[in-house]
């Protein structure tokens, strides 16, 4: 699998290519089982048990929302589980990596790290936060090896319209050598650098000496380039500070040299920069970082299982820094599918991935999801009066380049305002005001209201779905059908015979079955199923 292009995996897939298929599965199914075999020996050391695997309709769900942002459809997921297949779970995640949202959801991701923000504090302004955006996004689209993801922003020079990557260096609150390097170290080292004395910060910050900006005659246009006359000094001497590696080995950056680039070199060959960018990955797909906080690596906060973050490094590594064969060797892997429902022997189990972890859907997840499902649209708004802020209501809200354009909802529901580029700036906690919103807010009545999606797989002519206006019985699709297109599209599955039964009992005593269906699907929204990842 590694190495592999984009086009070669969907032929593969779609195709059959037997031998080389084959080979290719064969190498993720033993990554997959020997992560499988760390994670269930450190169970087994600490006796708590796993739970069960989770059924194809939560897989389904959870691979969809993890790798992509976006809930299923009701037609995706009959497809899905109708297929006959004894890998469909492998072969569904080749075709997720292949869909647009994937690389607008991950592109997200990674402007939450990165600060991407035309307003206060990184101030990169719009027309540069959407050439930002464009190069991650492409980064993210074409698979590009993660070390030369990590040197090209590293080591940019020019203008920020013109070369993308250099805004990593604009997208900062200040611009000091100090700042720069405690950015680089939490973004790239997953370090933060208040835990440093002050040697080590200095040390670093001495390759980012030579950092320099300059302005054009391009309005909000500016120049990133490197200096070599520039030294970072000391302000104690006032005498050039000796650059050092944040392990401890002193530097020496030749005249003319770019000390950006020597940081670069040294970088992407630590131990710390793969053991970085696999613990995130954990965390994005498993709801906890095998370093936790994520972004908070240092020798007083050890791995749950070092062993699993040196495997995982190393298959990076060994991998051509290739992030999808991560994903795929997680997401293929047994704890991954894991059930999130505990057993009574890993109840109070937090840290040992003994299941998968529930946790509430992004801000922006959820507000796509309620959208796709009724069918509607959402509002947003910038208060920058300048080019790119006009955003169409169209838009689905993982494909917004600019922290600064926002709305109500994505406020309420935590969206990170990228000031700082931690992962806790991102607030998935439920709050009573979120729960106050979903149950009686105008917005949700208002999408329910106008709801064409959901009410067409009622009423299979839309003609005759009116607004406020309820169909003749002859319209409506029998109501089994009916409950099952409702539960597909909402919650990815069928629903039980329980579920039925309520339905039809709340349809019966309603008397209007116009009315009744908008109450089941506002329920249904309003269930932790449909809320939460599990």
Not at 290 to 308: A, C, F, K
Request: hydrophobic share 40%; net charge negative; with cysteine.
């Amino acid at each position: 699998m590694c190495g592999w292009s984009r086009i070669e995996w969907r032929v593969a897939v779609a195709a059959g290519m037997l031998a080389a298929a084959g080979t290719a599965f064969a190498t993720v199914d033993r990554a997959s089982a020997k992560i499988d075999k760390l994670v269930f020996a450190k169970l087994d050391e600490l006796g708590i048990p796993a739970s069960d695997p989770c059924t194809d309709e939560v897989f389904l769900r959870r691979v969809y929302l993890d790798m992509t942002g976006t809930l299923p459809s009701a037609v995706e997921t009959r497809a899905f589980l109708s297929r006959n297949s004894a890998n469909r779970r492998g072969e569904l995640i080749e075709q997720l990596f292949e869909r647009e949202e994937f690389s607008d959801y991950w592109a997200l991701k990674w402007c939450d790290l990165l600060r991407v923000k035309a307003e206060f504090p990184s101030k990169l302004w719009p027309n540069a936060v959407q050439a930002y955006h464009r190069w991650v996004r492409t980064a993210v689209d074409e698979n590009m090896p993660y070390d030369r993801f990590a040197r090209e922003l590293l080591t940019a020079s020019g203008s920020n319209f013109r070369v993308p990557q250099v805004n990593f260096y604009r997208a900062m609150p200040n611009r000091t050598p100090e700042s720069i390097a405690s950015i680089v170290a939490l973004t790239f080292m997953g370090m933060r650098t208040e835990n440093w004395d002050r040697g080590q910060l200095e040390g670093v910050a001495a390759f980012f000496g030579g950092v320099a900006y300059k302005g054009t005659a391009e309005w909000k246009e500016e120049i990133v380039y490197s200096d070599p006359a520039r030294q970072f000094m000391d302000p104690a001497t006032g005498q050039p500070v000796q650059p050092v590696f944040p392990g401890g080995q002193l530097a020496a950056i030749r005249p003319g040299q770019d000390g950006r680039e020597l940081f670069a070199d040294w970088l992407v060959g630590s131990n710390v920069f793969a053991q970085n960018i696999v613990n995130r990955i954990w965390y994005w797909l498993m709801g906890r970082g095998l370093v936790h906080e994520p972004d908070d690596i240092r020798p007083d906060n050890p791995p749950q299982n070092q062993q699993l973050l040196d495997f995982l490094a190393r298959e990076l590594v060994e991998s051509g820094f290739d992030l999808r064969h991560v994903y795929r060797i997680i997401l293929n892997s047994r704890t991954y599918q894991l059930s999130s429902i505990h057993n009574e022997g890993n109840l109070s189990d937090q840290a040992n991935f003994s299941h998968y972890h529930v946790r509430r859907l992004d801000a922006e997840v959820l507000i796509d999801a309620i959208c796709q499902i009724t069918g509607t649209t959402e509002s947003y708004s910038s208060a920058i009066p300048e080019p790119f802020t006009f955003i169409p209501e169209n838009q689905r809200s993982i494909t917004l380049a600019d922290g600064s354009i926002t709305s109500p909802f994505l406020e309420l529901f935590g969206r990170p305002p990228r000031d700082t580029g931690f992962e806790s700036e991102r607030s998935n906690d439920p709050s009573a005001a979120q729960k106050l919103h979903m149950l009686n807010s105008t917005h949700i009545v208002q999408k329910l209201s106008q709801n064409r999606s959901l009410m067409g797989m009622a009423v299979p002519d839309e003609r005759r779905a009116k607004k406020g206006k309820e169909p003749p019985p002859a319209s409506w699709l029998p109501l089994d059908e009916a409950l099952d297109n409702l539960y597909l599209a909402i919650l990815s599955r069928y629903p039980t015979p329980e579920e039925r039964q309520v339905a039809v009992s709340h349809i019966t005593a309603t008397g209007s079955r116009w009315d009744a269906t908008i109450d089941i699907i506002w329920a249904l929204l309003n269930t932790k199923e449909f809320i939460y990842r599990h």
